[in-house]
Every structure is written in structure tokens, then in C-alpha cells.
């Protein structure tokens, strides 16, 4: 159980254009999700948080307007990169809490790879 | 300070090794634990999620949990190739994590 299911997997686009990410709990309603981006060899770095019918919180230095965060349902939330750059090629991975208990664990999705050429 | 700190890597050790993979978090309310696995270019894997104090097994993996020290640790029995991958620890209820360990297990 406790599935995070991402799309796509792996998504080249050119400079300029918009890329949308989706993220989806297959088995279970996640209230809220979790958005990071994972440099080579590097660490989790949390991006945003996404909260089903409410604006998603961002960490500090993530700009809003270029990581667009929708969570419209207990299901789905979704990440646009706008504008895409070279330097925003990176490992995007969401996660989710299964509504409920707040010690409940985080479970993920396996990751879009970006390459913005 | 940060919530949870982990054991910088990187650690290789030769196949069939015992490995201990450990971290230190900062308040002493927090009750629930994980350790994650990811492999390159995957997103993480839940791999143990423990409460309080105490050991939890599964297979080859024991997670242990001393609340005394605020420290939580995972062992590998006989490790194989197949466990070479970065290891996270985290809190439950928290969205961040230590920085990882990476393993690498030589055949």
C-alpha cells in the first residue's frame, strides 16, 4: 500500500517552455505533498509544500512564480517549471503523508529526471 | 541546529560486511522513525519505520532506536552489492532529512 506514483519519468524540453510534473497517491489521500529537487550526488533539497485546496508554502529561495504548485484534489498535485532554463535540469521528486496520523510516514514517487536544453 | 544530522559518507565496505549506518536528532519528543533507500536516479524507499525505543528487524536490517542518546541507527547483516544505494534517515511528521550516506558494498 501507500503508493506515489510520478509522471512523466524522464521529460527533455527546450528553453522557454513550461514542464508539468504530476504526482498522484494511488492507494490513499495525501492532504498534503511534498516537492524536492535532488542535484547529482547531492541531497533531498525541499522545494515547496503543496496543500490540497490552499496555496502551496515555499522554502526560501524557491521562486513561486517559476515552480508553479496545484493541489487540486487529495490525489494529485502537480509542479510546473515555467520558463524553463538549462540550470533547472535536475531530479524533481514529490511525496505524500497518508491523511491521518501525523507520524505517519512519507512515502515517494521515483522521480522526474528534467533536461532543459 | 538541524532536526535530524547523519553520519557523513561516503562508506564501502567488501561484501558479506556488517554495516551500521547511524544518526542524531534534536528533540527528544520526537517518538517515530524511517530509514529510507535510494538508489541512483529513484526516489526513495521506505525501508524501516520504527517507534520509540528499540530494535526492529527485517531480514538483514535491524533499526534501532536509543532514545536516551537521541540517536537512531540501522545495521546491515551480510551485506550485498545489491545495498549499495544512499541511505536516509528521517522523523515522521518532517518533510526534511539527514544528508544521506552512500554505501557501496564491493563484490
Known amino acids: 500500500g501507500a503508493v506515489v506514483s510520478q509522471h512523466p519519468s524522464w521529460v527533455i524540453c527546450k528553453s522557454g517552455t513550461s514542464v508539468k510534473i504530476e504526482c498522484r497517491s494511488l492507494d490513499f489521500q495525501a492532504t498534503t505533498m511534498f516537492w524536492y529537487r535532488q542535484f547529482p550526488k547531492q541531497s533531498l533539497m525541499l522545494m515547496a509544500t503543496s496543500n490540497e485546496g490552499s496555496k502551496a508554502t515555499y522554502e526560501q529561495g524557491v521562486e513561486k512564480d517559476k515552480f508553479l504548485i496545484n493541489h487540486a484534489s487529495l490525489t494529485l498535485s502537480t509542479l510546473t517549471v515555467t520558463s524553463a532554463h538549462p540550470e533547472d535540469s535536475s531530479f524533481y521528486i514529490c511525496?505524500?503523508?497518508?491523511?491521518?496520523?501525523?507520524?505517519?510516514?512519507?512515502?515517494f514517487g521515483n522521480g522526474t529526471r528534467l533536461t532543459v536544453t | 541546529q538541524k532536526e535530524v544530522e547523519q553520519d557523513p559518507g561516503p562508506l564501502s565496505v567488501p561484501e558479506g560486511a556488517i554495516v551500521s549506518l547511524n544518526c542524531t536528532y534534536s528533540?527528544?519528543?520526537?517518538?517515530?522513525f524511517m530509514w529510507y533507500r535510494q538508489y541512483s536516479r529513484k526516489g526513495p524507499e521506505l525501508l524501516m519505520y520504527t517507534y520509540s525505543s528499540g530494535n526492529k528487524e527485517d531480514g538483514r536490517f535491524t533499526a534501532q532506536v536509543d532514545k536516551s542518546s537521541k540517536y537512531i541507527s540501522l545495521f546491515i547483516r551480510d551485506s550485498q552489492p545489491s545495498d549499495s544505494a544512499t541511505y536516509l534517515c528521517a522523523i515522521a511528521g518532517k518533510s526534511t532529512f539527514g544528508d544521506g550516506t552512500t554505501l557501496t558494498v564491493k563484490p
Open positions: 511525496s505524500a503523508y497518508p491523511t491521518g496520523p501525523y507520524n505517519s510516514p512519507l512515502h
Open positions: 528533540n527528544s519528543a520526537f517518538q517515530y
